[in-house]
């Protein structure tokens, strides 16, 4: 019996920093359904493929392994480029039908690209409506992002839409 639509699929990325430590950062996704005649792989490995890209665009480190459906293990050269795992670009998002809130971050975030919102109390606030990296991750987390803990009721039919929206950006890290 093939797995539905409606069931969860965890996915990973892995970053080394410029120190050889290693920042990940995971989530879930629409499971691949293992259906040769109605299979969903295309789609779910395009999403994974825009959102692996956009998230590597804003990232310094390079990438460790990249897991979703299959794992790939990669052997990247220490980054000289100054990439550290602790500061991170925390993204905060909701499911779009239950309110619910949650986060995720992404490791050795590329200090250059974020642009701050100006706001006397909060100093790590990122504008989510520029540059382009930043939007275009944002629009590929949309698409590819599901909110980790809705039912489904075992045929892959969710009890409630599990899909989610980005609410907010922030750097975050040691010495931000």
Known sequence: MSRG?????DWSLSFRDAGNEIGT?????????GDDNSSNLGTQ???FVDFYTAVAALALGA????SYYVEQILSPALPTNGA???LKLLTLYKC?????????TLPTLNPTI???????????????TAPATITAYIAAFNAFVKAP?????????????????VIGLRVVGRNV
């Open 5 to 9: 639509n409606g069931f969860y699929g």
């Open 25 to 33: 950062m995971s989530g879930t996704a629409t499971a691949i359904d």
């Open 45 to 47: 490995q395009g999403l």
């Open 63 to 66: 990438v460790v392994s990249r």
């Open 84 to 86: 550290a795992r602790e």
């Open 96 to 104: 779009t039908a239950t309110g619910k809130r949650y986060s995720l």
């Open 114 to 128: 974020p642009q701050y919102v100006d706001n006397v109390s909060v100093k790590d606030a990122v504008i989510v």
């Open 149 to 165: 803990d809705i039912p489904s009721d075992g045929d892959g039919v969710y009890a409630t839409n599990p899909a989610c929206t």
